[in-house]
């Protein structure tokens, strides 16, 4: 949702406050005062006041020079993941899948373009990709991306697609909006969706979606392995219906 510095519900002050959190990055874990205000476009003034705040809440930690994030800023992101239980139904579940299937399983909710894994249940090292709760990737290019799109309304994800930089990742993957579209299309009506390796070579995914008790697809479920090791037939005919029973019990203890 877009705001304007008019929108008077609109509390200018706290987006550019969560906005210095954000800032810190892999690349940028640590930085000075100066940085930081670059970084945000902020005068070293407001920066001052933005790193001291968060300093004294616990937020951010310094040697004198440089700030860093602490980790209360977990907190900030504990609630949510809190009410979907990740800590106790999905994860267990997911340990179920995985101990089935003997592959790698995950969790992941849509945030703007990317998904953001809050689950994982890895069996070794699959991906090039440091995939830890948190971890980002572009929601396009994977299949637990195209489902959790296959829940947007038509507006929402054209713009979205429009948005987004659509990369040749590698010479499977899928840029064009039209061809994206119709995918996502096919992910709604069918209830799953399969990438083959169009995130990385050597890697296939299946995903399924998880509704929460009214109906709301609240977040996505899926199992990855090498492309050695399976073929996309058999990912429908065996990983779906397990993924599909796992999410049908997911879904009752969603809010």
């Known amino acids: 949702m877009e705001h304007s510095t008019s929108d008077k519900d609109f509390l200018t002050t706290f987006a550019k406050g969560l906005n210095v959190i954000r800032s810190f990055e892999p690349n940028s874990m640590s930085m000075t005062l100066t940085e930081v205000a670059k970084k945000n476009d902020l005068s070293r003034a407001s920066a001052r006041r933005f790193l001291l705040t968060m300093l004294k809440l616990g937020y951010v930690e310094t040697d004198g020079n440089r700030f860093s994030l602490t980790a209360k800023v977990l907190e ?18 997911l340990e179920l899948v995985t101990q089935q299937l003997g592959e790698s399983s995950s969790a992941a909710v849509l945030e703007g373009e990317n998904i953001v894994y809050i689950a994982r249940i890895p069996v070794r090292p699959l991906m ?17 991306g195209r489902v959790l799109l296959s829940g947007l309304p038509e507006e929402e994800l054209d713009h979205l697609l429009t948005q987004s930089n659509l ?4 010479p499977n993957t899928l840029t064009s909006p039209s061809e994206l579209k119709a995918e ?23 995903a399924v979606p998880v509704f929460n008790r009214n109906g709301k697809l ?11 090791k399976t073929t996309v037939d058999r990912m429908i005919s065996e990983f779906v219906p397990v993924l599909k029973d796992t999410a049908q019990r997911i879904s009752m203890s969603l809010p």
């Open 184 to 206: 996502i299309a096919k992910v709604r009506v069918q209830g799953y969706a399969i990438n083959d390796q169009e995130l990385e070579l050597g890697l296939r995914s299946v």
């Open 218 to 228: 609240r977040l996505t479920l899926n199992v990855s392995c090498h492309s050695s």
């Open 76 to 93: 900030l992101g504990y609630s949510y993941l809190s009410t979907l239980d990740v800590g106790g139904t999905v994860s267990t579940q």
């Open 167 to 170: 990369i040749q990742l590698t």
């Open 128 to 144: 090039a990709f440091n995939l830890q709760i948190g971890a980002r990737l572009p929601a396009y290019a994977t299949s637990m």
